[in-house]
């Protein structure tokens, strides 16, 4: 297949974003945290980090995991 024009839709920053939204919500469900992480600047901040390594990995590979430092959805915690 052969992309003859540009689409913003498909990989780059929307691709990361994306995937950083699936690391969300898959890290909601499994209950990690008491509270939604995408509450959490930092959190996210982190998550979008990893979804960029995933992204740069699964270019060249089929399967991957996904590791994030711990990080903690209370403002107090440091």
Do not use: W
Request: charged share 30%; aromatic share 8%.
């Amino acid at each position: 297949m052969t992309c003859l024009r540009f689409d913003r839709t498909l990989g780059g920053v929307e691709f990361q974003l994306r995937l950083r939204d699936y690391l969300a919500e898959h890290f909601n469900k499994v209950k990690r945290a008491k509270k939604d992480v995408t509450g959490d600047a930092r959190a996210m901040q982190k998550l979008f980090k990893e979804a960029g390594r995933v992204k740069q990995v699964l270019s060249a590979n089929t399967d991957h995991f996904a590791q994030v430092a711990i990080f903690s959805c209370n403002p107090s915690a440091k």
